[in-house]
């Protein structure tokens, strides 16, 4: 089977689903599309301008103002300024959680990935990749692990970066979060059809890259 063209990586918070994807992309020469960076960039931009989320026309004019760039080496840039980092803040989940339950949102989103996307070879997580944003994909993954072990590895991640939080705070946040995916009305966190589950917990990072790799080379049919 060829190589796939579209590889979509889904899951719930703290699965693990953008530093694989990073590091497939790496390997395998896929330009990355990190969903999630955008719904991040949007929820940054209404916090920066005071909009509140709660109110869909408010939300939707600071998304319609901004200019979001997604860089070959996984910068996130928005209107000209380097925000990679500041939107993976605690709070960053939050807000860009709050932006994507509105459908209209959504679309701006989508049609932003696809002309991302036009030409390239991609791989690209979130939580409607599969599902919604890109049905055909060749390759349509779906990772997984128990909220505690999510939670551990975000919780590590935070503190390594010198955030001062708990973990109980990190898997409140993070459970609350997968709730709001999971059931909101338009496009919600699936397991999209025909997608190969990966339960990652107990799994180390190499593992479940050596996986997808080989479904990768296999023509996903392994
Ligand atoms: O994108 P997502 O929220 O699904 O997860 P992530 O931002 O890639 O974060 C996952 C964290 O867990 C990273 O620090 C990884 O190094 C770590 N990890 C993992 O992703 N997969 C494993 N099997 C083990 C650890
Ligand atoms: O890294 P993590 O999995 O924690 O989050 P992310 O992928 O950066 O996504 C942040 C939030 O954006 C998610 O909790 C979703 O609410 C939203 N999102 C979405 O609705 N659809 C996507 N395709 C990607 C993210």
Redesign the pocket.
Do not use: E, F, T
């Given at each position: 089977m060829p190589e796939p063209m579209i590889i979509t990586i889904?899951?719930?918070?703290?699965?693990g689903?953008?530093t694989v994807a990073k590091e497939i992309s790496r390997r395998f020469g896929y330009f990355h599309l990190?969903?999630?960076?955008?719904?991040?960039a949007i929820?940054y931009a209404c916090s920066l301008k005071g909009a509140d989320l709660n109110n869909l026309q408010e939300v939707i004019s600071v998304a319609k103002s901004i200019k979001i760039e997604l860089t070959e080496e996984g910068k996130v840039i928005l209107n000209g300024r380097d925000v990679t980092w500041e939107?993976?803040k605690p709070e960053?989940?939050y807000l860009?959680?709050?932006?994507?339950?509105f459908k209209e949102i959504?679309e701006v989103?989508v049609e932003l990935?696809r002309e991302m996307a036009k030409g390239k070879k991609i791989v690209?997580?979130?939580?409607?990749?599969g599902s919604?944003?890109f049905p055909e994909a060749d390759l349509k993954i779906y990772l997984t692990a128990t909220p505690e072990e999510r939670a551990k590895r975000?919780y590590e991640e935070l503190k390594k970066r010198g955030f001062n939080v708990s973990y109980e705070e990190v898997l409140k946040e993070?459970v609350e979060?997968?709730e709001?995916?999971r059931n909101?009305p338009f496009?919600?966190?699936v397991v999209p059809e025909g997608a190969i589950v990966i339960d990652t917990t107990g799994k180390s990072l190499e593992t479940v890259i050596s996986e997808i790799s080989q479904l990768i080379k296999n023509g996903n049919d392994c």
């Open positions: 889904d899951g719930p918070a703290g699965a689903k953008s990190d969903s999630g960076a955008l719904y991040r929820g939107i993976r960053g989940g860009a959680s709050q932006v994507a339950r959504r989103v990935l690209i997580d979130g939580r409607d990749a919604y944003i975000r993070v979060r997968d709001r995916d909101r496009a919600p966190l």
